[in-house]
């Protein structure tokens, strides 16, 4: 099979990295990729967001799948257009993909089926949010309605930082276009989990857990990030756990979308947190998680293209999915200054290192390759994964491969997994 990959992140990587392990696989693209994934796949220079292009590469490459992977092209109907190009596209359509894309529409979405989440207000003009805010209980938080790259969630301790959240999302336009409505929601307590589950609108299969780590530094303090480091499985998440979040969540949550008419044919992301009262949910999203994939996708022993093919054909229920017995931990290695600024183009020595290591592995996320030497060209740079027996040699492992690579001003957290 020739598979294309859209996107060019961690988590595009690691998704490539295990279709690569498919005997079924006869060629890989990545649309754009990056300096790692060129090792893997042919980079193609098309746009992650140009619609037209992918279409018109995946009918000159004659290819049989494509996986778009990123929100963005969900979120604006790249899986419609490659369908009603004749093309076999994994991802949901732009009428499920709205269950991540606006965040009004999944919290009324979960109020109208009694899905347990936190309570809400929805707000399209910040005077009227603000006149909320400044009576509502605290901590709060507010939510930018569409997608801001993992940003758009900020929590208020006080009134003032409410109004000043609702002010920079609302009025300063911080996040741009996703920042025309708000959600402001109770503040809740307790573990956060994050749970992937394949579903082709008929069966829901959840992967095994993670726990991501969003705050940029040590001890969960600083600004919330796509994520610096996360573990598998979670130590809070139990089998029990998971068949009440079976019977409460993942299956009213796939079942609600097709009574609404919207079908969901993908990877759901489940951001749980379990609180006193149960697990409730925090937020989804419409396609693997960044950096969850690079801790769960290692531990698969089930091949994904068989997987893909069969969420496609809708024959998710016929296939057994199998995990292995280990555990996984992933240390981003981010830019100085990441999400504030930071400087490109600084070159990356050590990754020879740990290329002999099975159990190690450096997924790029914002790289670029140069005269087969690599440079940082993003934010998150890399997502470094060490598979081990337990969280605990997992850790030790990514630590130690961590300390052999090196680029000028390099930032990494370096509790992930302790939580």
Same mark, same amino acid.
């Given at each position: ?51 037209? %292009? ?14 778009? #992977?990123?929100?963005?092209?969900? +979120? ?52 009227? #949010? ?15 309605? %569409? ?14 930082? +409410?109004?000043? @959240? ?10 741009? +276009? ?48 796509? %994520? ?37 044919? %993908? ?42 093919? @069969? ?9 057994? !999915? ?42 790029? @996320? ?35 491969? !961590? ?17």
């Amino acid at each position: 099979m020739k598979i294309l990959v859209i996107g060019s992140g961690g988590r595009e990587h690691a998704i490539l990295w295990k279709l690569k392990q498919s005997p079924r696989v006869t060629k890989l693209y990545c649309a754009p990729g990056n300096g790692g994934i060129s090792e893997i796949a042919e980079c193609v220079p098309v746009n992650a967001m140009d619609i037209d %292009g992918i279409v018109r590469f995946s009918r000159e490459k004659d290819l049989d799948m494509v996986v778009v #992977a990123p929100d963005d092209p969900l +979120a604006a109907g790249m899986v419609d257009a490659l369908e009603n190009a004749g093309i076999r596209a994994f991802g949901p359509r732009k009428n499920a993909a709205v269950i991540e894309a606006s965040k009004v529409f999944s919290k009324d979405l979960m109020k109208k089926y009694n899905i347990p989440s936190a309570a809400y207000e929805s707000f399209s003009d910040s005077k009227t #949010a603000m006149e909320y805010v400044k009576i509502a209980k605290l901590p709060l938080v507010v939510k930018a309605d %569409g997608l801001a790259l993992g940003k758009g969630v900020l929590i208020c301790n006080t009134t003032e930082e +409410a109004l000043s @959240a609702v002010k920079s999302i609302m009025e300063d336009k911080k996040f741009g +276009a996703a920042g025309q409505r708000i959600v402001v929601e109770e503040f809740m307590t307790g573990p956060e989990v994050s749970v992937l589950a394949f579903t082709d609108g008929k069966s829901v299969v959840p992967m095994v857990s993670s726990q991501d780590h969003k705050r940029a530094f040590d001890n969960d303090q600083g600004l919330n990030t796509g %994520g610096m480091g996360a573990f598998s499985p979670s130590r809070v998440y139990t089998k029990e756990l998971q068949e009440e979040c079976m019977r409460t969540i993942f299956v009213p949550t796939v079942n609600a979308m097709n009574l609404e008419g919207r079908p969901f044919k %993908g990877i759901i992301y489940f951001g749980l947190m379990l609180t006193p009262d149960g697990p409730k949910v925090l937020e989804y999203n419409a396609r693997f998680g960044d950096p969850e994939t690079q801790v769960v996708l290692p531990r698969l022993e089930t091949d994904l293209v068989e997987i893909f093919d @069969a969420i496609i054909g809708e024959k998710l229920g016929t296939i057994d !999915i199998s995990w292995k017995q280990n555990c996984a931990v992933c240390v981003v290695m981010a830019s100085g200054g990441y999400p504030e600024g930071y400087v490109k183009g600084y070159k990356i020595t050590g990754l020879e290192a740990i290329k002999s290591s099975n159990n190690i592995i450096a997924f790029h @996320a914002g790289t670029k390759k140069e005269n087969e030497e690599y440079y940082t060209n993003g934010g998150r740079v890399l997502g470094v994964t060490a598979v081990a027996e337990d969280i605990e040699n997992a850790r030790k492992k990514v630590y130690n491969a !961590i300390s052999a690579i090196y680029f000028k001003d390099a930032h990494y957290r370096k509790d992930i997994g302790i939580k």
